[in-house]
């Protein structure tokens, strides 16, 4: 976001300290011709002067968020981004690579921000991001709780449900690669009962399938007694593939191939994993000898 001046006209001023009197994070076009007494148009010339100087954001139409002045002019980063994009829908979470990345899951950053939600929406701008609606089946909508982003509520999916999502479609999380160092790095603070709870809800045996092998992939320190329960969910499918589907595509050069204990056909190259195998293992710290 480009430097802007935050110096005030009196009722630029008089919108700006009702708000934060009010407590206020968020704000609209009616309450602002409310604040000010006069007409919509006046109102407008005033919310338009506050965005241009950095004060207000626009999240959708006719709703605001309030930049407040501690935050100063730079304000509008990855956090208020989220913020900003969580007033779209009223039933929403951030998810996929936007909730990875706010876990710190990985280290790519995109340009896009995900939304999930059971609201056929259009994709929209949010500042310098682009806001991609994903449409999520009823049956894989939950594992989300509100967090606190710069003063607001934003849902996100919570580390196990966004490794899952991330693993059902890795299109919209990098790709296979992403997905598989997402995986291993978030499965060393996993709450792996909620995780294989979260699974069995979705009850998709491909999913467990795909995984479970790379949990196995990455050497996670997966309990006998998930990993039991995981392999009986996968029971529930025939085999299945990670990767570009095999009837529909091609089989991927350097393939790892067949897994006989997942029966999974992993279409993915050795050297496209490369980087996470054995990623999951918790590290000890070796002791010098005295």
Not at 38 to 58: F, M, N, Q, T, Y
Not at 87 to 95: E, K, L
Not at 116 to 142: D, H
């Amino acid at each position: 976001m480009a430097h802007v001046t935050r110096s005030l006209s009196n009722k630029e001023s008089q919108v700006v300290l009702a708000l934060t009197e009010r407590g206020r994070r968020e704000t609209t076009r009616a309450e602002i011709i409310e604040l000010l007494g006069g007409s919509p148009k006046a109102a407008d010339h005033v919310i338009e002067a506050l965005r241009r100087k950095g004060w207000l954001e626009r999240a959708t139409w006719g709703e605001y968020l309030l930049i407040p002045p501690e935050q100063g002019p730079d304000a509008l980063g990855n956090s208020n981004l989220l913020a900003l994009a969580s007033r779209i829908a009223p039933s929403y979470y951030i998810g996929f690579s936007s909730a990875a990345a706010y876990y710190g899951l990985t280290t790519q950053h995109r340009n896009v921000i995900f939304v999930v939600t059971p609201q056929r929406l259009r994709a929209r701008e949010v500042g310098e991001s682009r806001v991609q609606i994903v449409n999520q089946a009823e049956s894989k909508f939950f594992g989300f709780a509100p967090v606190d982003v710069l003063g607001y509520h934003v849902m996100i999916s919570d580390r196990e449900k966004t490794t899952i999502d991330c693993v059902d479609r890795t299109d919209l999380a990098g790709g296979v690669g992403e997905v598989a160092m997402i995986l291993a790095t978030a499965s060393r603070r996993f709450d792996w009962n909620k995780a294989a709870e979260y699974l069995e809800r979705i009850g998709s045996g491909a999913l467990a399938r795909r995984f479970g092998w790379l949990l196995d992939h990455a050497q996670a320190e997966m309990p006998t007694d998930v990993r039991e329960r995981l392999l009986m969910l996968a029971k529930r499918s025939r085999e299945s593939w990670l990767g570009p589907n095999p009837a529909r595509a091609h089989t991927v050069r350097a393939a790892i191939g067949n897994d006989q204990t997942w029966r999974l056909f992993v279409n993915v190259s050795s050297e496209e994993l490369h980087g996470s195998a054995g990623l999951g293992r918790k590290k000890t710290i070796k002791k010098e000898p005295r």
